[in-house]
């Protein structure tokens, strides 16, 4: 995988998660991606259920669903860590 193929993942995901309200992080290491994405329970679904028909995905499997009731996305979006001591259940 080349940098301008990171890129350009990366441009159609940002734009895709607009589109459905969604928000996440992308992580990429050896090959292998691993994804977190937050948003309402069945744009989530309809989401995973669309990356796991596409052909250029393998091993497709969610690790873990649970429900939040901040959505953490923003410090992903902004890239900034939380304070020490903050909590990560608030908003």
Request: glycine residues 8%.
């Amino acid at each position: 995988m080349t940098v301008t193929g990171l890129e350009e993942i990366l441009a159609d995901a940002r734009t895709g998660n607009q589109v459905r309200n969604v928000t996440g992080a992308l992580i990429y290491v050896d090959g292998v991606f691993f994804q977190i994405i937050e948003g309402d329970k069945d744009v989530v679904q309809n989401l995973m259920a669309s990356i796991a028909r596409d052909s250029r995905h393998h091993s497709v499997r969610a690790a873990r669903g649970s429900l939040l009731l901040c959505p953490a996305g923003a410090a992903f979006q902004w890239r900034f860590p939380l304070a020490v001591g903050q909590s990560a259940n608030r908003c």
